[in-house]
């Protein structure tokens, strides 16, 4: 057992509330998290990734107030980022183990592609994103 | 009444609309109609914001940066709206999406085959009205 919180502890101080990514990955799961910071206090919404109406299959009613300009406080997004992991689980797709390295390749493919394009124009991104799409195609087999 | 805004408030709009949208935004390509909440139709791909933030605004237009391509789309079905998220996954805005135009998500193709790349055909650029 203790080993076990240990474990969530260490994942929860890897927690930097700077990016959904941290706690979430949409090509694992049957839906997506959304924050929402309007109202009284903080509320994570879970949505399906299919078909939504727009009304959430379960919201978490938090405790963090809602303040002007706090829609990236990284203490309170952190803090919305543990409770969404304590749901995260139900709702990952049958396959994830199998969906997992193909996952990590597109991911890893994708930061690559955001550090290369950090401050160009699109037209320059785009030439970049063009190269870089033949070597995955080939690295991934598509 | 006709509106009148001076150019330094048009900035000071557009600057602020950079702000609140940040760096590495999440924008979320989706079926079915926009309707001011998130999460409506089905996640077809999901483009990214520039890492360093949004955009630049001068003379009261905003004008994206390079946006990360989706390589590999999430399902198959006509993109018909986006959804802008902070990278956090807070929601922010919804609008159409615009085919081969300039304004919101500007894509080639709106018919997305799930594994196929989607990406942005031009900048993003918003302008304030005077």
């Not at chain 1, 405790?63 to 919305?80: L, T």
């Not at chain 1, 980022?81 to 969906?99: A, Q």
Request: charged content about 20%; some cysteine.
């Amino acid at each position: 057992m203790q080993q076990l919180i240990d474990a969530e502890l260490a994942k929860m101080s890897e927690i930097l509330g700077i990016n959904i990514g941290e706690v979430w990955d949409y090509r694992l799961s049957t839906a997506t998290p959304v924050l929402q910071n309007s109202g009284e206090f903080w509320r994570i919404e879970i949505h399906p990734k299919a078909n939504g109406t727009g009304v959430p299959l379960e919201t978490i009613q938090t405790d963090i107030p809602c303040e002007k300009g706090d829609a990236r406080d990284p203490v309170k997004v952190a803090k919305c980022f543990n409770l969404i992991l304590g749901v995260r689980d139900k709702y990952s797709l049958p396959n994830i183990e199998e969906l997992k390295p193909r996952v990590a390749k597109i991911n890893a493919k994708a930061a690559m592609l955001a550090n290369a394009l950090k401050g160009k124009t699109v037209a320059e991104g785009n030439v970049i994103v063009e190269k870089a799409l033949k070597e995955l195609s080939a690295d991934i087999g598509e | 009444m006709a509106q009148n805004r001076t150019d330094a408030l048009r900035e000071d709009l557009m600057d602020a609309l950079n702000t609140a949208r940040g760096n590495s935004t999440r924008i979320e390509i989706r079926t079915l109609t926009n309707t001011g909440s998130a999460a409506v139709g089905t996640l077809l791909a999901l483009l990214t914001g520039n890492a360093v933030g949004w955009g630049t605004s001068t003379n009261g237009t905003l004008t994206s940066s390079a946006i990360t391509a989706d390589t590999s789309a999430d399902a198959t079905g006509t993109a018909a709206h986006y959804e802008l998220l902070t990278s956090t996954s807070t929601f922010l805005e919804d609008g159409l999406c615009d085919v081969g135009g300039t304004d919101g998500v500007t894509i080639d193709n709106t018919s997305i085959t799930a594994g196929q790349t989607v990406q942005m055909s031009g900048n993003w650029v918003n302008t304030a009205a005077y």
